[in-house]
C-alpha cells in the first residue's frame, strides 16, 4: 500500500456546506503518482465541489485539503496543475497560439509550444481566432492549456463534452500517453460511463456528499454483482422470484427477466425447471448499472 | 517504508522546483497584459465608442459651439472632456470584463491556473492605461489644431498625465462594480454609474448652474476631483490645492480597490 503521505491531491474529512445543506459530507480522498481517477455521482453529489477544494477555488469548512502536501491556495501548490474546466469562454478574438503563449508564461518549466500543440491535436489550429473555432475545436484548445505547464496533475472536468467519437478517441489516447509517459495523475468527472471505464484506474462514486463506492472499475462492478438474464418461458415469475439469489424476476409479456448475483446456478434451475425455455440471453451489468445501484441505495 | 520515503522526497523537490525565478514570473505579468491588449484592440465594437464618444461631443461642443461660450471655452472644456473620456476606459475596461469574466467561468479558470493574481489586474490596468492616454492625446490634438485653444507644452503634458494616471481611481471603481455585477449585469451598472456621476461632477453642464445641494454633495464624485486637477493642468483650476485632489482621488481608489479584493476572495 502507497503511503497516504505520498499522495499528489488529498482531501481528508472535508466538509462543506452551502447553507443547511452539505455538498461535501466529510469525504477523504487520496490521488497517487500517475492515477487515473474518476470521479462519479449523480448532479449534486459533490463532483464540482471537491474538484473547486482541490483547485483552491473554495474552502473547506471542516477537513483538510492538500494539493502537493501545500494548501491549493497556494501559488507554488498549482504550478504543478493542469486545468480544463466545463465551462470556461476563453477571449473569442485571441488567437490559439496566444492563448497558449498566455498560459504557458504562468508555469516555471512549460512545454514548447508546438508540443503541447501537437499533443492536443490542434497543430493546424494556433493561427487561427478561438472564437472561431467549432465547440470540439474548443475543447481540445483548453487541453491544451491544461497541459501547456507540463503538470504532474491534471484536472479534467467532463473533458470531451462536445466532441464527436473521433476526436474524443484522440483525447483519451492523449490522456492515456501523459499518464503513461510522465507519470502524471489525473482527476476525472464525466458523464459518459464508457469514458471513465477506457480510461480509469480507480472510479470513486459520489452521493449526497460522501463517497459511496470506490475502486477499479471491474471492482466496482463487482461490488455490484448483479446479472440479467431474459428467456422465453412459461414459468412463474412471483415463483420465481422467491428463488434463492434472484433478486427481481418479472415478467415483460412472453419473456421472463431476472436480475440475480449468482448467474450460473439461476440459469441451471431454470433449464431444470422449464425444458421448452427459449431464447436465453444472459448480461452482466455494466459500469452504468453499477453505478446506479451505489448510488440509488443512498438515495 | 524506503518506497515511501523516497515518493515523500519526489514530492518534496518537485515542490522546490515549482519555485519559479522571477524572470518567469515577470513574464507572466507581461504576457497577462499583452493578451488582455491584444484582445481589446481586436473589439472595435467596444474601443471605438469609448475613443470617440468624448471627442465627437468636445468637436461639437468645444470647437463648433465654442464661440457662444466665451475665449476659455476651448480649455474648459477640453478638461471636462478629457476627465469624462478617461472614466470610461477605467469603469468599462474593468467593471464590464470583470462581470463578463466573472459570468462565463474565465476568472474561475483563471484562479484554478497558476496566474499570479495581480498578473490579472495589472494587465486590465496596463490596457486602461493605453486608452486613456488614447483618449487624452486625441483631443489634445484636437484642441491645438483645431480648437487653437493656445495650450503651452507643459499645460499639455501635464494634461496628458494627469489623464492617463486619471484612469486609475474608474479602474478601480469599475472593479468593485465588477464583483458586485455578474455577466450580462456589467454594462447597464457600469453606464448607471458613469453618466450621473459625470452630470452631477460638472461635466456637462458647469456646477455653478447647478443647484446649491448637488453643488455641495459634487466633493464626493471621484470625477468632480480629476475635472479640478484637469482644469488646473490647462491653468483653469482654482477649487483647492492639487494635492488636496490627488489625496482623495488615492483615498477613493484605495477603499473601492479593497472592498473589491475582499469581495473577489470570498465569492470569486
Known amino acids: 500500500m502507497p503511503d497516504p503521505s505520498a499522495a499528489v491531491a488529498r482531501l481528508a474529512g472535508a466538509v462543506k456546506r452551502y447553507g443547511p445543506q452539505r455538498a461535501l459530507d466529510g469525504l477523504d480522498l487520496a490521488l497517487q503518482r500517475g492515477e487515473i481517477l474518476a470521479l462519479l455521482g449523480p448532479n449534486g453529489a459533490g463532483k464540482s465541489t471537491s474538484i473547486g477544494l482541490l483547485l483552491g477555488l473554495i474552502r473547506a469548512d471542516a477537513g483538510r485539503v492538500e494539493l502537493f502536501g501545500r494548501d491549493p491556495q497556494q501559488l507554488a501548490a498549482r504550478r504543478h496543475i493542469g486545468v480544463m474546466l466545463q465551462s470556461a469562454a476563453l477571449p473569442a478574438t485571441l488567437r490559439v497560439g496566444e492563448l497558449l503563449r498566455l498560459a504557458a508564461s504562468y508555469y516555471p518549466h512549460p512545454r514548447p509550444l508546438a508540443e503541447s500543440a501537437e499533443l492536443a491535436g490542434i497543430a493546424d489550429l494556433l493561427g487561427r481566432r478561438y472564437g472561431n473555432l467549432s465547440g470540439g475545436q474548443q475543447r481540445r484548445v483548453q487541453f491544451a492549456l491544461a497541459l501547456c505547464g507540463r503538470p504532474r496533475l491534471l484536472f479534467l472536468d467532463e473533458p470531451t463534452v462536445g466532441m464527436d467519437i473521433e476526436a474524443r478517441q484522440k483525447l483519451w489516447a492523449a490522456i492515456r500517453r501523459l499518464r503513461t509517459e510522465e507519470g502524471c495523475a489525473i482527476v476525472l468527472t464525466t458523464h459518459y460511463l464508457e469514458e471513465a471505464e477506457a480510461l480509469a484506474d480507480r472510479v470513486c462514486v459520489l452521493a449526497r456528499g460522501r463517497l459511496v463506492g470506490e475502486g477499479s472499475v471491474d471492482a466496482l462492478r463487482a461490488q455490484v454483482a448483479r446479472t440479467r438474464i431474459r428467456c422465453l418461458s412459461d414459468l412463474d415469475a412471483t415463483a420465481v422470484a422467491a428463488w434463492s439469489q434472484v433478486s427481481v424476476a418479472e415478467r415483460d409479456g412472453d419473456r421472463l427477466r431476472i436480475v440475480t448475483t449468482a448467474a450460473e446456478q439461476v440459469v441451471r434451475r431454470l433449464l431444470d425447471a422449464d425444458p421448452a425455455l427459449r431464447e436465453l440471453e444472459v448480461q452482466r451489468a455494466g459500469l452504468a448499472e453499477a453505478f446506479t445501484e451505489l448510488t440509488r441505495e443512498v438515495a | ?268
Open chain 2, 1 to 268: 517504508m524506503n518506497t515511501t520515503v523516497s515518493q515523500a522526497s519526489a514530492i518534496g523537490h518537485a515542490a522546490a522546483a515549482a519555485a519559479m525565478p522571477w524572470r518567469r514570473v515577470l513574464g507572466a505579468y507581461r504576457e497577462e497584459a499583452r493578451a488582455e491588449i491584444l484582445r481589446y484592440l481586436r473589439m472595435p465594437n467596444f474601443m471605438l465608442p469609448l475613443l470617440l464618444m468624448p471627442c465627437l461631443f468636445y468637436l461639437l461642443f468645444g470647437i463648433v459651439l465654442a464661440h457662444a461660450n466665451g475665449p476659455d471655452a476651448p480649455r474648459y472644456l477640453l478638461a471636462s472632456y478629457a476627465t469624462f473620456g478617461v472614466m470610461a476606459p477605467g469603469l468599462f475596461g474593468f467593471g464590464v470584463s470583470l462581470a463578463m469574466e466573472r459570468g462565463d467561468g474565465l476568472l474561475m479558470l483563471k484562479r484554478a491556473m497558476p496566474m499570479p493574481p495581480l498578473a490579472y489586474l495589472l494587465g486590465k490596468m496596463a490596457m486602461a492605461l493605453l486608452m486613456a492616454a488614447v483618449v487624452s492625446l486625441l483631443l489634445l490634438a484636437m484642441a491645438g489644431c483645431l480648437a487653437h485653444a493656445g495650450l503651452h507644452p507643459s499645460q499639455m503634458v501635464r494634461l496628458l498625465v494627469t489623464g492617463t494616471l486619471g484612469v486609475l481611481p474608474f479602474g478601480a471603481l469599475g472593479m468593485l462594480i465588477g464583483s458586485l455585477a455578474k455577466g450580462q449585469g456589467g454594462p447597464g451598472t457600469v453606464n448607471l454609474v458613469y453618466l450621473p456621476m459625470a452630470f452631477l461632477s460638472g461635466l456637462w453642464f458647469p456646477l455653478s448652474i447647478l443647484p446649491g445641494v448637488l453643488q455641495r454633495l459634487a466633493p464626493v464624485w471621484p470625477s468632480y476631483h480629476l475635472d479640478q486637477l484637469a482644469l488646473q493642468a490647462v491653468g483653469l483650476g482654482h477649487a483647492g490645492s492639487a494635492w488636496g485632489h490627488v489625496a482623495a482621488l488615492a483615498g477613493f481608489t484605495a477603499a473601492c480597490l479593497l472592498v473589491a479584493a475582499r469581495r473577489l476572495r470570498r465569492y470569486g
